[in-house]
């Protein structure tokens, strides 16, 4: 027999799965009004283009490259990637296609939920990708792979694909988006400043240096002279020495002649 209790609590629950369902839809990222719309993308992570959370990106592609934009995060944010990929030709078969992020120190971030790597049969007119990764923290031990906050790279690519496909044109959408900033919490620790990878190309030569010709002789002569504590420097001794100790043992040995 149900109580008047039992049908409270059975109805407080049912109102609280109605309230969750919409915070759960509405917390999907949406672009940021206003925001202004990316246009390109790099190509690697020492080019991968800024944007922001909210910042729609749409790009023009081909099937095959590797696509590269890079993103701040603070802690105590939950960061959503949504992505789809749009086939304006018909294709020739299935392709898999894959959604990775990346931190300051380039560790691979796992996802916590969305599509990351899905795959598409030849009839599909686009296939939809996503990653929720897991909430950045203010600091970790060095030996593991927290999420900390920093510069945080999503690269989009595709890993199966049919040859004769490769190089098509595709159109791409992409969304970064917080869905969670719980704020910096106290946990007995915190990052002395952001984890950014080093984009810093280093100094390219523009001629030739010219070495100087007397030291180039003398680093040929020095070359040719063996080292001091070469194996052939006390064999060549020893050999020496084993000579003269045998001139002297048969001078002191021989007989002298009579006249």
Known sequence: MRT?????????????????????AAAAPTPSPGATPVTRAG????????????????VDASVGDHLYWSFPATA???HEISATVTFPKARSGASTWTVDVFDGLRR?????AGAQ?????AKASSVALGCTLREVRPWAEPW???PLPGTYVVRLSVVELPEPDLGAPIDVDLLVGVVADRGSSAEDGELAAPLVANTKAGTVLTAVPTEDPEADEGDSLAAWLPDLGSRWIWTGV?????????VVGFALTRRPRRA
């Open 117 to 121: 790597t899905p795959t598409v049969d």
């Open 43 to 58: 190509t690697s992570f020492l080019t991968a283009t800024p944007i922001t959370a909210g910042q729609p990106v749409r």
């Open 76 to 78: 105590g944010q939950v």
């Open 108 to 112: 691979r971030q796992a996802c916590t």
């Open 4 to 24: 008047p209790l039992f049908r409270s609590l059975v109805a407080l629950l049912a109102a609280g799965g109605a309230t969750l369902l919409p915070a759960a």
């Open 238 to 246: 020893g050999g020496v020495l084993a000579a003269v100790a045998g």
């Open 144 to 146: 593991s792979a927290d």
